[in-house]
């Protein structure tokens, strides 16, 4: 029996004693059968459903919010949250997306809906109690694993195009496909997702990042249509250009699997998008020699400009969050640099300061960066990388460099030698930085204040 919660039945003896239908319907319906939790409980009332919140709230002594302009109320009782609403109609003109509404069946209500798993509907009422409403085969495309519209794909998503990038999600965390008819009418609307508020579809994006595949949804919107206009940085990346016997690899299918292959390792949503944008900076910097081939020199450098236009264009948090992402953009090829090259103690002083307390993630990031088919390859990176890390862990144990801040401050510099803030108190300090991090002096005051000294009287400071 699906209606295990006490609220349930406490909703029947209400809708039953008041006449009217009632059901629960959508995301807690299909969740309930794909064994995943849910906590949104949705219940359509072929009536008001303000009216049955309110006699619930007052049997239960609940707490009831009302929104009388959209027809709709929320109960909350014992930590469980139940939203009712009347069932409706909708119908829409062709110059507008406020649709027209006015009461309707619960077949009218189903209809109106983005798929067809999320039409289902149990209802609430009697000996009916938990009996499934499934007038658009819901349960079918379930077991078939189809993401498929209730009515005409081009309607369903003229009314509300956001439905299209809903599609995709639920493609990207459910691990289903999309029906071809389906599919087929996002590529003919897909142009119409710019009318849609960055606010809504950011919410989509970030739940295809946090799927467990994200490449499903990333890849569905690129054949879709859909990422030319929701991130076209990453629809520049896609395609080969071949010159005589030079070809470049797709950077967009790349990025791709370095997100897969980072998403195997971590859940954290902003490593994930760092992820996603490591080399949104190559369309801009790809160049072509005729002996070496295609070049990207610099890519990482410029990629780390572009990622606050983005965060902004897209609605995404300006703060700690887009630093975090920029700071993996632009040092993801220090750690590959070193992994190819002799690993000098100098070289990880200055990641380990510049990344800081990220550089664990950002060396996830690097090992998620390698894509090649090539076995011995990989193996050969992966060994490098733990070499660096090893490298990290004595380094940081002996000279603590991780976040440090040089023992000789700009103000001890001015103080020490009655200075005004200068350029060469700048100077003075970046070359203690530089000789606690190339090794030339350990990272303590005394040798700090000893070098201060020396630089002071080059320059003839006294």
């Given at each position: 029996m699906p209606l295990r919660k006490p609220i349930f039945e406490h909703i029947r003896r209400v809708v039953d004693r008041m006449g009217v239908e009632a059901y629960v319907?959508?995301?807690?319906?299909?969740?309930?059968?794909?064994?995943?939790?849910?906590?949104?409980?949705d219940v359509v009332v072929v009536g008001s459903g303000v009216d049955v919140a309110e006699e619930l709230a007052g049997e239960l002594n609940a707490k009831v919010s009302v929104f009388r302009n959209y027809g709709t109320a929320m109960v909350r009782w014992r930590g469980t949250e139940v939203e009712f609403v009347g069932a409706r109609r909708e119908s829409y003109t062709p110059e507008s997306r406020n649709p027209q509404v006015e009461p309707g069946t619960l077949e009218d209500d189903q209809r109106r809906r983005d798929f067809t798993i999320n039409a289902m509907a149990w209802s609430l009422n009697g000996d009916r109690f938990g009996e499934l409403v499934d007038p658009f085969d819901g349960m079918y495309d379930l077991e078939d694993c189809i993401i498929r519209t209730p009515c005409e794909p081009e309607r369903t998503f003229s009314d509300d195009p956001l439905r299209m990038m809903r599609a995709v999600r639920f493609a990207s965390q459910l691990g289903f496909d999309i029906d071809d008819e389906t599919f087929d009418g996002i590529r003919r609307q897909a142009e119409r997702i710019k009318i849609v508020s960055k606010e809504r579809i950011i919410v989509e994006?970030?739940?295809?990042?946090?799927?467990?595949?994200?490449?499903?949804?990333?890849?569905?919107?690129?054949?879709?249509?859909?990422?030319?206009?929701?991130?076209?940085?990453?629809?520049?990346?896609?395609?080969?250009e071949r010159r005589g016997k030079h070809a470049h690899k797709d950077n967009f299918a790349h990025t791709l699997r370095v997100l897969d292959n980072l998403a195997k390792r971590s859940d954290d949503l902003w490593l994930r998008w760092a992820a996603l944008l490591h080399d949104i900076g190559k369309p801009q910097t790809k160049a072509y020699d005729a002996r070496n081939g295609w070049t990207f020199h610099q890519h990482e450098a410029v990629g780390s400009k572009l990622v606050p236009q983005l965060f902004r264009r897209l609605k995404l948090p300006l703060g700690e969050q887009m630093r975090f992402v920029q700071k993996m953009v632009f040092l993801h090829m220090r750690p590959i640099v070193l992994s190819e090259d002799m690993v000098t103690d100098s070289a990880v002083r200055r990641l380990l300061f510049e990344a800081g307390d990220d550089v664990d993630k950002l060396m996830t990031l690097c090992e998620a960066d390698i894509t090649s088919g090539n076995d011995n390859k990989v193996k050969l990176f992966l060994r490098n990388f733990e070499l660096v890390r090893e490298k990290m862990r004595d380094l940081e144990e002996r000279d603590r460099v991780r976040n440090f801040q040089p023992p000789i401050t700009g103000d001890i510099i001015m103080r020490t030698y009655n200075l005004p803030p200068s350029s060469v108190v700048g100077e003075i300090k970046e070359v203690i930085k530089n000789a606690i991090l190339d090794g030339v002096i350990p990272n303590d005051y005394d040798a700090a204040y000893q070098l201060m000294e020396q630089e002071a009287e080059r320059r003839g400071i006294k």
């Open positions: 319907v959508g995301g807690y319906v299909r969740d309930y059968y794909l064994h995943r939790p849910s906590t949104d409980i994006l970030n739940k295809i990042m946090a799927s467990p595949v994200p490449s499903i949804g990333l890849q569905l919107m690129h054949t879709s249509g859909l990422m030319q206009y929701v991130l076209p940085e990453l629809e520049r990346m896609a395609g080969v």
